[in-house]
């Protein structure tokens, strides 16, 4: 079950490489509750002394060690399961995302002008939320990973 505390002392920080040049920085902290880990952040100065964290305590290979895995949270544009079936919100943010992008991508293509790109993009999303009533295309009534 995850913890909460927070980030009481910023003990040590090292890197390391990975095989493809990527930088992975291993940040030894202690909690306000007494643990002590290192959590890994794909930049130094992500792990701020003061933040609440939500986590879990893994051992780490080393006897007497222990990684601290933060708990991930989803915000208004992350993935995840969010617990049942489709929103009609979130057809409707996905259409008007869509619709924008499209019509962002008309403007660099040069297709139309930067004045026009709001108007093309509900035409867009409001094409398409015609075509799929049309089709009769709905969200499915299951979670995305669940058995059909």
Do not use: C
């Not at 290979?61 to 708990?71: C, H, N, P, R």
Request: aromatic share 8%.
């Amino acid at each position: 079950m995850a913890k909460v505390s927070k980030v009481k002392v910023r003990i040590s920080e090292r890197n390391w490489t990975s095989p493809d040049s990527n930088i992975l920085y291993f940040v030894k902290v202690e909690m306000e509750n007494g643990d002590i880990g290192d959590i890994m952040r794909k930049a130094t100065g992500e792990v701020i002394v003061g933040e609440e964290l939500e986590y879990d305590i893994v051992p780490a290979k080393k006897d007497g060690e222990f990684s601290i895995k933060l708990v991930k949270k989803f915000g208004a544009f992350g993935g995840g399961f969010k617990g049942g079936s489709y929103q009609k919100e979130d057809v409707e943010f996905k259409l008007a995302s869509f619709g924008w992008s499209y019509a962002k991508d008309m403007v660099v293509g040069g297709k139309i002008e930067s004045t026009q790109m709001p108007a093309m993009a509900e035409k867009i999303a409001l094409g398409i939320q015609s075509l799929t009533a049309k089709l009769k295309l709905t969200a499915p009534k299951h979670a995305p990973d669940a058995a059909v």
